[in-house]
C-alpha cells in the first residue's frame, strides 16, 4: 500500500499513519474537547480508531492522497495529524487534530506549512483550502497563523451534531 512520505520539520516528524498507531490516536481522539469542532464523534473505543484508520486513513492512501500524516513530537509520541485531501481539480482541503495537551505550542503551524509545501510541490496544486466551524477560533488561528487568506463565512453551510453550522473558509494559493 501507497504511504506518504516521512516529512521533517525543526521539531515534528510528519509520516503515514499505521494500524499500530490506533492506541495513540485513541488517547487523544476519545476526548470530547479535541473533536467539539471536528466533523467526527469522539471515538469511543480503540475499535473506534482502528476503523477510521482502516476505512478512512488506507482508503485516502488506496488514492494516494497524503491525508493524514502522523505528527510525531520531540519524544517519539503521536501527537495529531495532518493531511489535505482532494477537493476538486487542481485544489485541496487540508485538515488536522490534535492532542489536547499539545494545543498552544505551534505544532500545528509548523506540521501544516510542511504539508503545505508537499501538497504545492508533489500534487501540482493551485489552491488549499481549510475549513472551520464558525466557533471554532483556535482553529481559525492556525489558518491566520500559516498564511491563509480570509475568504467568507458560509452561513448554515453544514448540518451535523443535529443543528446547522456557519463555516468560515480559508485559502492559500501556490506561490
Request: aromatic letters at 14%; a neutral charge.
Amino acid at each position: 500500500m501507497w504511504l506518504p512520505p516521512t516529512l521533517k520539520t525543526n521539531r515534528l516528524t510528519l509520516r503515514g499513519l499505521k494500524l499500530e498507531d490506533a492506541e495513540a490516536i485513541f488517547l487523544y481522539a476519545k476526548n470530547p474537547n479535541v473533536a467539539l469542532y471536528t466533523m467526527w464523534d469522539a471515538h469511543r473505543s480503540v475499535k473506534d480508531t482502528q476503523d477510521f484508520i482502516q476505512h478512512y486513513v488506507f482508503s485516502k492512501y488506496q488514492n494516494q492522497e497524503p491525508e493524514p500524516f502522523a505528527i510525531i513530537d520531540e519524544s517519539n509520541q503521536l501527537i495529531g495529524t495532518v493531511g489535505c485531501f482532494k477537493v476538486k481539480n487542481h485544489a485541496m482541503e487540508l485538515a488536522y487534530a490534535l492532542a489536547e495537551s499539545e494545543w498552544g505550542k505551534g505544532y500545528i503551524a509548523e506540521a501544516a506549512k510542511e504539508v503545505l509545501d508537499f501538497c504545492f510541490k508533489e500534487y501540482g496544486v493551485e489552491r488549499i483550502q481549510c475549513r472551520c466551524k464558525a466557533e471554532n477560533v483556535q482553529s481559525e488561528r492556525v489558518m491566520q497563523k500559516i498564511g491563509m487568506t480570509y475568504e467568507g463565512t458560509l452561513r448554515r453551510d453544514v448540518f451535523h451534531r443535529d443543528k446547522f453550522w456557519d463555516m468560515k473558509y480559508y485559502s492559500i494559493l501556490k506561490k
